[in-house]
Nanobody, 114 residues
Framework: VQLQASGGGSVQAGESLRLSCAASKRILSIRTMAWYRQAPGKQRELVARISGGGSTDYIDSVKGRFTISRDIAKNTMNLQMNSLKPEDTAVYYC?????????WGQGTQVTVSS
């Protein structure tokens, strides 16, 4: 599975960004897709994930601000990020678990300034 992430950028605190991840396989055939992030000097962490059935879950720090979704027609997974905070600054990676193997897209930088 090849994944292509896009949509990162630099914004001010309180603004929004939308990340997209295009997949080379039909996303409905993928067991789980997710967004991870890695800030400088920190470990990569799971931000949000969506199952094949469409159920979602988030880390506490982004609940109510971020929304993960899938666009079946475009075969993409998206992450709508609202009310961004400086602590959201990181490289964001999309992930797909397909037949029990993890696949990763290239990272996209998100920088939030105060």
């Amino acid at each position: 599975v090849q994944l292509q992430a896009s949509g990162g950028g630099s914004v001010q605190a309180g603004e929004s960004l939308r990340l997209s991840c295009a997949a080379s396989k039909r996303i409905l055939s993928i067991r789980t897709m997710a967004w991870y992030r890695q800030a400088p000097g920190k470990q990569r962490e799971l931000v949000a994930r969506i199952s094949g059935g469409g159920s979602t879950d988030y880390i506490d720090s982004v609940k109510g601000r971020f929304t993960i979704s899938r666009d079946i027609a475009k075969n993409t997974m998206n992450l709508q990020m609202n009310s961004l905070k400086p602590e959201d600054t990181a490289v964001y990676y999309c992930n797909a678990n397909f037949i029990l193997v993890d696949y990763w897209g290239q990272g996209t930088q998100v920088t939030v300034s105060s």
